[in-house]
């Protein structure tokens, strides 16, 4: 089993659609959690960074992170073609604050239609 | 402010030969990591520096190398090179280690191996 588990998708929605993006995590030692927006042949782009349970909103784009569950989820509100890319959630290993690996989703490729 | 580099952006070696990719951090940011992203495995974790010490190392064999200077600036070795190393090779950089603050990548160096 994967430590960290991505539907791959693909996901598609029509333009104005709310897209709710999801992993799940099995190492209870996971404290902060990020999202990355990868468009085709670019590095990743840091979306959200969270750390406690609960949600976090940045315009278009709400984070949310449920640690009982081992759950987070990305939610885009009013999606435009624009935000057609492949969301990645990575989470740090913080054993002891040691080091800065980050493990990774396999990642959703979403498709948003105009 | 500008982003972190990664130079050069394309390489296409031969089986055999050595590549030496490079990486400069955020001005002011320390630790450096670096991934490989390929279709099938994702995004794996390579190697972190921190203040030119390597922090940690994820599960690839001894051909793949790194180093940091005192400027923060980073370059990886891959020795040996096999058809399998083909791949993008991203760089993330961080303002301090220890799984905590954001991490923020360059575009990569897609290196093709024939």
């Known amino acids: 089993q994967k430590e960290v588990e991505q539907d791959p998708g693909p996901l598609s929605v029509p333009e104005g659609a709310i897209v709710s993006l999801n992993c799940t995590y099995s190492?209870?030692?996971?404290?902060?959690f990020m999202w990355y927006r990868q468009y085709s042949r670019k590095g990743p782009e840091l979306l959200m960074y969270t750390y406690s349970s609960g949600n976090k909103e940045d315009g278009r784009f709400t984070a949310q992170v449920d640690k009982s569950s081992k759950y987070i989820s990305l939610f885009i509100r009013d999606s435009q073609p624009s935000d057609s890319a492949t969301y990645l959630c990575a989470m740090y290993e913080d054993y002891g604050g040691a080091t800065n690996k980050l493990i990774f989703g396999t990642g959703t490729l979403l498709a948003v239609q105009p | 402010k500008a982003g972190v580099t990664q130079t050069p952006r394309y390489l296409i070696k031969t089986r055999g030969q050595q590549v030496t990719l490079s990486c400069s951090p955020i001005s002011g940011h320390r630790s450096v990591s670096w991934y490989q992203q390929t279709p099938g495995q994702g995004l794996q974790f390579l190697f972190e520096y921190f203040s030119e010490t390597q922090r940690n190392k994820g599960n690839f064999p001894g051909r793949f190398s790194g180093r940091q200077f005192s400027n923060s600036r980073s370059e990886m070795n891959v020795s040996t090179l096999e058809l399998g190393d083909s791949a993008l090779y991203l760089c993330a950089s961080s303002k301090e280690t220890g799984g905590h603050t954001e991490a923020f990548f360059g575009q990569g160096t897609r290196l093709t191996v024939v």
């Open positions: 190492n209870s030692a996971f404290q902060y």
